[in-house]
């Protein structure tokens, strides 16, 4: 997030899109609602989808999913004709946008509505809304960035945010919610294809050579990795013979999952450390037994940049060990040097040490503060909780132009509908975790559909019937759930239940760029099981 | 009879609640909302009230597990970890760094997720360390 | 001397004859509830925020029935354990409770009809404070029935469904719970189905709510669901003239003692 958490609660005006914050980021959802309600922040969400968040919007835009170019670029072409563009922020902090007031000029109201389905008058609305706010925040999440058009996507909501001088001040912002309690962190620490800690690019010889020296090595690579579905692909073809995988269950979590299995059964050496014996690790060769958060200390960094310490409560169980001391014992084994530390605090000093935005971070000053937003670059660093104060990293913001396309699969007539995949309230990610939990999973023991009555009734489906869903890449067998939370045409299944892995159906193409799978849109087939 | 609350962070999405988990006598037995957290304010979702709820269940992994013949069978870490790095080493070796291919974890700790790059780019070889941001 | 150091004081003096003191810890400005063993430990003594101590005592008391304890009650609390014992849920037998009144804010902000203990108490610390009117209650008392519905409508539809309401009282502590059954509340919806869940749990916590405030400081939505709880609790009052937590004697309506023939 540019922003914090906390200073949403600023805002004059949110535009949710693209996030079901209510069941995905329960607290941040309902601290929204109480700005909303307590405050009377305005409320705008887009989705296609009437999650709770858009029964409370003062108004909801119901956009045809991977449509979000073309709403975006519309709100900004009804701002910049309304004379609601703020031309001094545009004028002193940007570049690029006459080219993109010339692109969202073709976006007119018309165009947007036959693309989105969004009525004009309700994008004139948000449009204005938005634009009048003094401070607007922008939220959203994996609704926006799983897409073939992702960062496209990304670059409009930040155009949009820029044109109306959204950024740089609390209350404002393009704020992504992060699905993961440390996905920020894994990013910040170099868990990526392409980056040492602190966002500090391979390809660069000047950071190579300082990790080099700092770790007592020659020869670290300086060509970009391969992403997680690359990977895959690369295990197919038999270019990676062996895989290490810590704590993520690829089999449940990529796209067009029957593949996966296939590439993951492929290899000459799979090797799977966890805390169960989830999808993924029944193909391994070796399994080895992680432990839980509960069972070490560390630190969490969360989606608005903000560490915070994860602390030991009981013993690891039965052999397992910490992760972190697993992969030191093994990196000795193999005869790595520079991986005899004696606790996870020793670690954030190597990573305070090599990597500026994390510099001020240490355990004695997270014990006192109880968090740091970075960047943190110094002792004395009191953190940021909003970034871009004054000036963008890279000095002038830069506006780029994005236009609409499809998604990369559209229905046709052998497979009329448009599934849109995520998840609920109740179970978080593959699920290995809350599916093993008795209350989350009493409250949702199953795997479901959302189809709107009025197709249900045309297929001739009722409520807790169960319906097949076929696409392209598979097929599977899940309860249908009837409701007018998707409008026709539209289903949506949640990717938690292994016994209705809704990725067996979902689209392997990525985005170019950022290489995202586009989960939120595949064409399927419904039929009565 | 020991009874406490360890204060540690919501392993669920990214928000950053606050919680303790209550520990009787070594297992954690409960969840407490935190109070006067900057982020959480003493709430949780139904996620976060149910966090302990999978910390000591029978499916846990407690011993490293080897395919043999088709079926796992338990083994000792050492075992483990030297079957791994021989395999690992001769893969190298014969068919360089990038035939190899690390996925770490946004559920584990920066301290891990650090340590594992760094194993992979400093010891490996290789820049194909990537885990789930994008799914 | 302050009122945390009195009850530094008191707790250590209980130490010597309990086997622990089930109290509050503050540890680098976080508070939560912590079963004290040594005196050593004091230093870490905590006063508020408030946590729902009774119900630390319910889980303790599982393990350890025989166990000699000593608590640390707030006027609320006090009377959350008078309920709970009734029900058999802590034996009050092995227990020293030791009286913390709340100060006149505590008692505002909670809008406290009586922000001391008075009845198990074997130690007091603090002074009495008056007691506060509940006039979110009071307000809501006065409208017509349509506008009350109106009200609790709109608050009900912010919620999550965490279960932090139930969750958080002390007072809540059935093995099977009816807010978790498909029959009454439908499973996986959120916000659960109006009023069904918001309203089973209302009318359960008849003869039982002490108005703690715990589900209401713990829900992340803020809705006031205490003031309706309050409301009920004045209806029963009128109706059986009961007051749930005043003393250990009266039997609650709602419950049948085990000797009469249903």
Redesign the interface.
């Known amino acids: 997030m540019t922003n914090s ?2 200073d949403l609660e600023e805002a004059d005006c949110i535009l949710i899109t693209g996030s079901n914050t ?9 601290r929204i ?2 700005a909303h ?2 405050r009377g922040a305005k409320l705008i969400v887009a989705d296609p989808r009437r999650i ?1 968040m858009a ?2 919007a003062d108004l909801w835009l119901r956009q045809r999913p991977g449509s979000d170019v073309a709403w975006l670029n519309g709100m900004m072409n009804i701002i910049i004709n309304e004379s609601l563009a703020d031309e001094e922020f545009i004028a002193n902090r940007t570049e690029g946008f006459e080219e993109v007031k010339e692109a969202v000029a073709r976006y007119t109201p018309d165009v947007v509505e036959r693309i989105s389905g969004i009525p004009q008058e309700e994008l004139r609305q948000a449009a204005l809304m938005y634009g009048q706010a003094e401070r607007a925040a922008i939220v959203y999440a994996m609704g926006i ?2 897409h073939t058009s992702g960062v496209d996507h990304v670059k409009a909501c930040a155009n949009l945010a820029m044109i109306t001088g959204n950024l740089g001040r609390a209350g404002t912002g393009v704020n992504p ?18 980056v ?2 602190g966002y500090q690019v ?1 390809t660069n010889p000047e950071f190579t050579q300082k ?2 020296e700092a ?1 007592g ?1 020659t ?3 300086d ?7 690359e ?1 895959i692909d ?2 197919e073809r038999g ?10 269950n ?1 089999v449940l ?2 796209p067009d999952s029957n593949h996966v299995i296939e590439a993951l059964q492929a290899l ?2 799979l ?1 799977v450390q ?4 989830t999808e993924t ?1 029944e193909l ?7 432990c ?5 200390d ?7 940049r ?10 690891p ?8 001391v697993i ?5 000795q ?2 005869g ?1 040097r ?2 005899d530390y004696a606790s ?1 605090a020793q ?2 000093e ?2 305070a040490s090599l990597t500026p935005i994390y510099a001020g971070v240490s355990y004695q000053r997270l ?2 503060q ?2 740091l937003q970075w960047p943190c670059r110094t002792a004395e660093d009191v953190g940021t909780p909003y970034l871009h104060e004054g000036q963008f990293t890279r000095g002038l913001g830069k506006m780029h132009v994005v236009e609409y396309q499809d998604p990369a699969e559209m229905p046709d007539d052998e497979y009329p509908f448009m599934l849109t995949t995520g998840r ?3 179970h ?1 990610h593959t699920g290995s ?2 599916r ?5 999973e ?3 023991p199953e795997g479901y559909v959302e189809v709107n009555p009025e197709d249900a009734a045309e297929l001739g489906v009722s409520d807790g019937e169960q319906v097949k869903l076929l696409s392209r890449r598979g097929e599977i067998q899940a309860k249908a759930w009837v409701t007018d939370r998707v409008p026709r045409g539209l289903v949506f299944a949640p990717f938690h239940y292994a016994e209705a892995a809704a990725n067996v159906l979902t689209n392997p193409a990525l985005d170019p760029q ?4 586009e ?1 939120k849109v595949c064409a399927v087939r419904l039929e009565a099981a | 009879m020991e009874y406490r609350n360890v204060l540690t962070t919501c392993p669920y999405c990214g928000t950053g609640c606050a919680l303790y988990l209550q520990v009787l006598d070594g297992s954690v037995v409960g969840t407490l909302p935190v109070k006067g957290h900057p982020i959480s304010e003493g709430a949780l979702c139904i996620k976060g009230w149910n966090a302990h709820g999978f910390i000591h269940h029978a499916d846990r992994l407690t011993k490293p597990l080897i395919r043999e013949q088709g079926q796992f069978r338990e083994a000792g870490w050492d075992e483990a970890y030297n079957l791994i790095a021989d395999r690992f080493s001769s893969f190298k070796s014969d068919f360089g760094p990038d035939s190899l291919a690390v996925l770490s974890s946004a559920k584990c700790t920066n301290e891990e997720n650090y340590l594992l790059q760094k194993f992979t780019r400093a010891f490996l070889g290789t820049n194909n360390v990537d885990h789930c941001a994008r799914l | 001397m302050n009122r945390l150091e009195a009850l530094r004081n008191a707790v250590g003096e209980l130490l010597d004859k309990v086997e622990g003191v089930i109290a509050l810890r503050n540890k680098s400005g976080h508070v939560a509830p912590h079963l004290f063993r040594e005196r050593e430990e004091l230093n870490g003594l905590g006063l508020s925020p408030k946590y729902p101590l009774p119900a630390t005592l319910r889980l303790i008391q599982n393990e350890y029935p025989e166990a000699k304890l000593g608590i640390v009650c707030r006027g609320c609390e006090e009377r959350g354990l008078i309920e709970m014992a009734k029900r058999n849920q802590v034996e009050l037998g092995n227990v020293t409770v030791i009286g913390l009144a709340c100060t006149a804010d505590e008692a505002e902000e909670c809008r406290c009809a009586k922000p001391y203990p008075s009845v198990l108490v074997d130690a007091h610390v603090g002074e009495r404070t008056e007691p506060v009117p509940d006039r979110v209650a009071e307000e809501l008392r006065q409208k017509e029935v349509a506008e009350r519905l109106s009200f609790w409508r709109s608050q009900f539809d912010k919620c999550i469904k965490c279960y932090a309401c139930r969750n958080a009282c002390p007072q809540c502590f059935c093995p099977e719970c009816t807010l978790e059954e498909e029959l009454w509340v439908e499973r996986g919806r959120v916000p659960p189905p109006f009023p069904s869940f918001h309203l089973i749990r209302a009318m359960h916590t008849a003869g039982k709510c002490v108005g703690c405030r715990e589900c209401e400081l713990s829900c992340p939505a803020h809705i006031p669901m205490t003031a309706l709880y309050a409301l009920i609790r004045q209806e029963m009052g009128e109706m059986f003239g009961y007051e749930p937590g005043v003393d250990l004697e009266d039997q609650p309506p709602l419950v049948l003692p085990m000797e009469v023939e249903i």
């Open positions: 958490v906390l209510t069941e995905q980021h329960p607290i941040i959802g309902t609602l109480r309600e307590e709770q029964i409370h960035t799983q919610l992060r699905g993961q309690n440390n996905v920020q962190g894994a990013c910040d620490m170099g868990a990526l294809v392409n040492y800690p391979v990790f080099e770790w090595v020869g670290c690579s060509k970009v990795g391969l992403t997680v579905t990977m690369a295990a270019e990676v013979k062996a895989m290490y995988i810590m704590g993520e690829p979590s990529d000459d050496l090797v966890d805390i169960f014996l690790a391994a060769d070796v399994v080895l037994p992680g839980s958060y509960a069972e070490k560390g630190t969490f960094t969360g989606t608005d903000r560490v915070q310490l994860v602390r030991q409560a009981v013993p169980i039965g052999d397992s060990k910490a992760d972190w992969i030191c014992e093994l990196a084994r193999m790595a520079g991986f996870p670690i954030m190597e990573i014990e006192e109880g968090f609920n309230m109740f978080f975790m809350t093993r939990s008795a209350k989350l009493q409250e949702s950022a290489k995202i799978p989960y």
